[in-house]
């Protein structure tokens, strides 16, 4: 699959390394890992006697498209409070709902 | 002159626009709106609206034939000139029915991503002044620096509208591709006409206007971002604009990086007046605008998209 920077929008391409899969942005040189990648990548660099590297934080990312996609600065998954009918905060959001 | 001064005048007017021939009659007036920025009143089928007092006349005058010359997309003014009244301009429309503000899950999503991709379609008129979105942004702020900048929830509101690029400001014009756009969309302006079984049309040209097409996507948009719109009301509303050809997003990409500052902009704009608001009534900030705040606050950490385009 083709990917898009998150970040830059630029391709991002395909490497291999040591078995494991890695995009890396053509534009800003980032590096997008899928899930999991990182640990196999600790595991090999523990077997080659190096320090480990800690667990990764589960960062949101961009989904590469659809329209549940959200901006990063967008609510938690989940989270989304509110809209549900009849929620307590309809209200509210009814209200902002209807006014400039 | 102020709203109150013009009500009484603009109830006259109204009811003799209503009835031209009849001395009297007993239908009763309904007042609308009454805001600094507009005060609308009707009677029988005929609403007419007092726009805000520095309303330019000729940009109002351009304003109103885009309605005009788009009846399948705005309502159409009932008569093509803006009038003069007490030193305010005055325009006059038909009455059509309004979203229902008691059952918003019943809202015409679809049919409002529709008409903006139908509107954003449109050729704008030589002359036509720009989309007042970025200026309406920059208005809230104003009026939250100038009369809560204090408030403890005013950091990351002004954190995050420090980081939008000027042209979300209304520093500096907005960049192309620019489309004919509304400028100013949220549920109070669909209305159905005639009254019953009448087509969705979008009301209130007082921002429409020249500029950055995914502006008129973006309160949906943030109201999703900010968790408070459902997914697959946003989807639906997103869907049916790509259905129906709108240009300011991609068809089958991500949209978010096109609509990415527009989103932050009505964020903020939408949190500043909270704010505002809030202290001016002395209560504390609601659950909703919390969470307006807090999207402001996550913005921080994330910098804007740079592109308010994507690749054609």
């Known amino acids: 699959m083709h990917m898009q ?17 890695i995009e890396q942005c053509s534009g800003c040189r980032g590096i997008f890992l899928d899930y999991g990648e990182l640990e196999a990548l600790t595991r090999l660099e523990s077997q080659w006697g190096g320090p480990a590297v800690p ?25 989304h409070h509110g809209g549900h009918h009849g929620g307590h905060h309809n209200r509210g959001f009814g209200h902002m709902l209807f006014s400039s | 002159m102020t709203t109150t ?49 520095d309303t ?8 109103l034939a885009v309605a005009t010359a788009h009846p399948d997309i705005l309502l159409a003014p009932l008569r093509p000139d803006p009038a003069a009244l007490h030193g305010r301009l005055i325009t006059f429309w038909p009455y059509g029915t309004p979203v229902d503000p008691e059952a918003p899950e019943d809202a015409p999503w679809e049919e409002a991503a529709t008409l903006l991709a139908r509107l954003h379609r449109r050729r704008p008129h030589p002359g036509l002044p720009p989309m007042r979105g970025p200026v309406k942004a920059a208005r809230a702020v ?15 509101v002004l954190g995050a509208w420090r980081a939008l690029p000027a042209w979300a400001r209304a520093e500096v014009p907005m ?3 620019t489309a004919l756009c509304h400028g100013d969309l949220h549920l109070g302006q669909l209305v159905r006409h005639p009254v019953s079984g ?37 989807a639906c509303f997103l869907d049916a604009y790509q259905r129906a050809g709108g240009p300011a997003v991609p068809a089958d990409a991500d949209p978010w990086p096109v609509l990415d500052v527009s989103a932050r902009a009505l964020t903020v704009q939408t949190a500043a007046l909270a704010i505002a608001k809030a202290t001016a009534a002395d209560r504390p900030l609601d659950d909703v605008e919390g969470a307006v705040i807090d999207a402001c606050d996550r913005m921080s950490t994330v910098p804007p998209e740079l592109a308010s385009d994507f690749p054609k």
Not at chain 1, 9 to 19: E, L, Q
Not at chain 2, 30 to 41: I, K, N, S, Y
Not at chain 2, 56 to 61: E, F, N, S, V
Request: hydrophobic share 40%; with cysteine.
């Open chain 2, 142 to 156: 104003a009026r939250l620096t100038g009369t809560a900048v204090d408030h403890p929830a005013a950091p990351p």
């Open chain 2, 56 to 63: 330019d006349p000729a940009h109002l005058a351009l304003r």
């Open chain 1, 55 to 79: 667990p990764p934080p589960a960062a949101p990312q961009y989904p590469a498209g659809g329209h549940h996609s959200a901006p990063a600065w967008g609510a938690p998954h989940g989270g």
């Open chain 2, 5 to 53: 001064d013009v009500l009484p005048a603009l109830r006259a007017t109204v009811r003799g626009a209503a009835h031209p021939q009849a001395a009297r009659c007993s239908h009763p007036d309904a007042v609308l709106a009454e805001r600094e920025d507009g005060t609308v009143v009707r009677h029988a089928d005929t609403v007419a609206k007092a726009h805000a007092p």
């Open chain 2, 175 to 177: 960049s192309a591709p």
């Open chain 1, 5 to 21: 920077c998150p970040k830059c929008h630029a391709s991002m391409h395909t490497y291999n390394r040591n078995g494991v899969q």
């Open chain 2, 198 to 234: 009448g087509a969705w049309r979008l009301i209130d040209v007082d921002d429409l206007g020249v500029g950055v097409p995914a502006w008129d996507l973006a309160r949906p948009a943030a109201w999703y971002a900010c968790g408070l719109l459902p997914p697959d009301v946003w």
